[in-house]
């Protein structure tokens, strides 16, 4: 089992900047992949970023330029920093771990809330 967990968050202005971090914790040595994701009200779960073991990082097109993940692996910890917030990227965002480079996720934080005001 891996345990994930998520403090930060918080209300930051539009135009700021805020960096989530993820601790891993358990059986991480069976992790191969780590994403964030994030759910605004009355939508559906989106992928943010994702970054392998070996650091390679991945991005969708519409998260690209103002999200960065990265991890330290001294920590078994994972970031988020996320820059240039715009309103719409409020959302509950969660760090989320896979065993394998495809498929489903199989490890879920609990969530933290990031509210961006105008």
């Known amino acids: 089992q891996v345990q994930l967990v998520e403090p930060g968050g918080g209300l930051v202005q539009a135009g700021g900047s805020l960096r989530l971090s993820c601790a891993a914790s358990?059986?991480?040595?069976?992790?191969?992949?780590m994403g964030w994701f994030r759910q605004a009200p009355g939508k559906q779960r989106e992928l943010v970023a994702a970054?392998?073991?070996?650091?390679?990082?991945s991005y969708p097109d519409s998260m690209k330029g103002r999200f960065t993940i990265s991890r330290d692996s001294a920590k078994n910890t994972v970031y988020l920093q996320m820059n240039s917030l715009k309103p719409e990227d409020t959302a509950v965002y969660y760090c989320?771990?896979?065993?394998?480079?495809?498929?489903?996720?199989?490890?879920w934080g609990q969530g933290t809330q990031v509210t961006v005001s105008s």
């Open positions: 970054i392998t073991s070996g650091g390679s990082t």
């Open positions: 358990g059986s991480i040595f069976s992790i191969n992949l």
């Open positions: 989320a771990a896979r065993r394998n480079l495809s498929g489903k996720y199989d490890y």
